[in-house]
């Protein structure tokens, strides 16, 4: 990102979303600079994009389109590319009017249509027909998916849950041994993984799904119900945080208000602050009055506070990619499936064993 603009209205301008002094610094620091795209942190209507596009005569992309993008480069299964595509399909179909505007003379005069008419309303139907199969695909994939799910309801299931990039894939590789994908990038995961795990003598099944993220575009959230159906069932939250990411608090509220929404917010959970070895902490100068931001308070005085304010949450302090407080994690998790055990096997005698936790 070469450059960050900022505007407080308080309501987006109908016509180009930012006020027109705004659109005008823009379109100057585009001219001197050569710039060749644009980004809007928020959506775009498709009028909107038209306008802005005509104004500053360059590529515009809006969040959800930014989005679908990363989402569309990282797919990397059949299921997560028929998601990929229905969302850009969803996304598309009402701004297709936009990518035809150069035919907008060709329309014939009364009773007649033109080029550019018939060629929206052919690639509307084809459009139309296209999310009518990714649905059926999806469907008959999310089927196949709940009875996997029903297959496993005997065992105990956790999953992992968290913002995008905190380090979900990374906790699943070192408890189950497993190889899933884990770079430190946005939505490296888009696939909903689950693995057999093997915690003391406790056996249990760990999902690792999707991260979520702040505005996730509404036809995303339908395509990705398997992953939010996968949280649902689920006996036990893992809920990973990046604390070395200076709005860690905001991305926990994103992730709270989405398990709020799936009716899933009374599990047992273990909010686990990851990358505790990338946390910067910047102490303040004795003199300096201004009050403290996330950074100037030590990895003690944070454990305090979020011990403190969590009642019902178990909460932890580690590093999964430098192991650091990672039996503490393990014993932790031990305990915590051990209750789902007792809860639904209770005469299970390897319940009970006085072993050690490695």
Not at 30 to 54: A, K, M, W, Y
Not at 62 to 77: K, Y
Not at 154 to 183: F, H, P
Request: a positive charge; aromatic letters at 8%; glycine letters at 4%.
């Amino acid at each position: 990102v070469e450059k960050r603009f900022v505007q407080k209205l308080e309501r987006p301008h109908p016509k180009t979303f930012v006020g027109k002094g705004k659109l005008e610094e823009v379109g100057e620091y585009i001219e001197i600079h050569c710039v060749g795209t644009v980004i809007f942190d928020d959506e775009l209507s498709p009028s909107q994009l038209r306008n802005i596009e005509t104004a500053l005569e360059c590529k515009i992309l809006d969040r959800n389109n930014l989005i679908l993008d990363i989402f569309a480069s990282r797919a990397q299964t059949a299921h997560a590319k028929t998601q990929v595509e229905l969302a850009q399909y969803q996304y598309l179909l009402p701004r297709l009017t936009n990518m035809w505007t150069h035919l907008s003379r060709q329309k014939g005069g009364v009773g007649m249509r033109g080029p550019g008419e018939t060629e929206i309303e052919t690639d509307r139907r084809i459009a139309r027909d296209r999310m009518a199969l990714l649905r059926k695909r999806l469907s008959k994939i999310d089927k196949q998916k709940s009875t996997q799910r029903g297959n496993r309801e005997k065992m105990i299931r956790a999953a992992l849950i968290g913002y995008t990039n905190v380090g979900k894939s990374t906790i699943m590789n070192a408890l189950g041994k497993s190889d899933v994908l884990a770079e430190n990038k946005l939505f490296a995961t888009l696939d909903t993984t689950v693995r057999k795990v093997v915690v003391g003598n406790l056996p249990f099944l760990l999902s690792d799904t999707v991260g979520f993220i702040r505005k996730l575009p509404h036809g995303l959230v339908e395509s990705f119900k398997s992953t939010l159906d996968e949280v649902r069932e689920s006996d036990l939250l893992i809920h990973v945080v990046d604390i070395s990411h200076p709005n860690f608090e905001d991305q926990i509220r994103v992730v709270n208000e989405t398990i709020k929404e799936i009716d899933s917010s009374d599990k047992p959970t273990i909010l686990v602050f990851n990358k505790i070895d990338a946390y910067k902490y910047v102490e303040k100068e004795k003199d300096d009055l201004t009050p403290k931001i996330p950074e100037n308070h030590s990895l003690e005085e944070l454990k305090e506070t979020w011990m403190a304010k969590e009642d019902n949450v178990t909460c932890l302090f580690i590093s999964a990619g430098k192991k650091m407080n990672w039996n503490e994690f393990k014993t932790t998790l031990y305990s915590k499936i051990r209750e789902q055990h007792i809860k639904r096997y209770p005469y299970n005698d390897f319940l009970y064993p006085d072993i050690p936790i490695v």
